[in-house]
């Protein structure tokens, strides 16, 4: 059964003139989806599902699903705020999709094997995705007498995913002595200070392990997704109408439920971000560097 790779975009904005996602930081015109695709590819996965939203569909195709499509299957899924449980509305003052879960929630029926899930403006490097792909595919032959879901997240060193033009938010990680999740935090405001990293809660080591929204899981998550939306949202109060159903609060119930567990493989790859405006420079730099060094061809998909 082929993986796949869920890459999150429906953050894009509408129009594309001064999106962030959509700036060019490779020497031939390459966004930073382009470098993850291609890493995807490299590392094994043959398909890709794109989230979408319904007003950037067209010009999303265009400007990137039709050139990728050569390479790898595409498909798309839409994350529309109105995808709701039957007997649910949505609040007529809401503006937003529901959050990272909703998102990957909207694969339901389209992704029916294991899955990796990343953020669409973040650069990962190629390791994440090697691991995460070989992970999932020993889970695949593996016989896990637990009884419990058996998932992964890349966990980046901190000081490899700060901006040097000002603070950030992170998932900060509690792993255990074998390697396996406990919790996960986020922390904003977090920022380095000489050889450890501070925040709004205090101050780390710069190898703190931090999730940067890379997972990988089997497509029993879609159906938990689909399991827990409704308690998400009978959960809410009717003023919350910024409240997320997102990825890390549904595995860290599966963790507390003792259903399941989440392998978190150290990865050392240096994150890449337009964070901030002053970012892009830098940005480009790292890849014409990568370049040089023979990690890309200096033209992605020719």
Partial sequence: MKKTLVVMAAGMGSRFGGIKQLEPVGPSGEIILDYSV????????EKVVFIIRKDIEEDFKKVIGDKLSQ????EYVLQDLNNLPEGY????ERKKPWGTGQAVLSCYGVVDGSFAVINADDYY???????IYQF???QENADNADGKYHFCMAGFWLGNTLSPNGTVTRGICEVDKNGYLMDVKETGELKQNGDSVSSENGEYPMNQPVSMNMWGFSADFIEELNA?????LDGIEGNELKAEYLLPGVVDD??????AV????DTRDKWFGVTYREDKDSVCESFRNLVKEGVYPAKLFS
């Fill in 89 to 92: 509305t949505c609040p007529a």
């Fill in 254 to 259: 599966l963790i507390k439920e003792n259903k």
């Fill in 228 to 232: 827990r939306f409704a308690t998400f």
């Fill in 136 to 138: 999932l595919d020993d």
């Fill in 38 to 45: 291609y890493d995807a590819i490299e590392a094994g996965f």
């Fill in 71 to 74: 390479h790898v299957e595409v």
């Fill in 125 to 131: 490097g190629k390791e994440g995705f090697c691991k």
């Fill in 262 to 265: 989440v392998k978190v493989l």
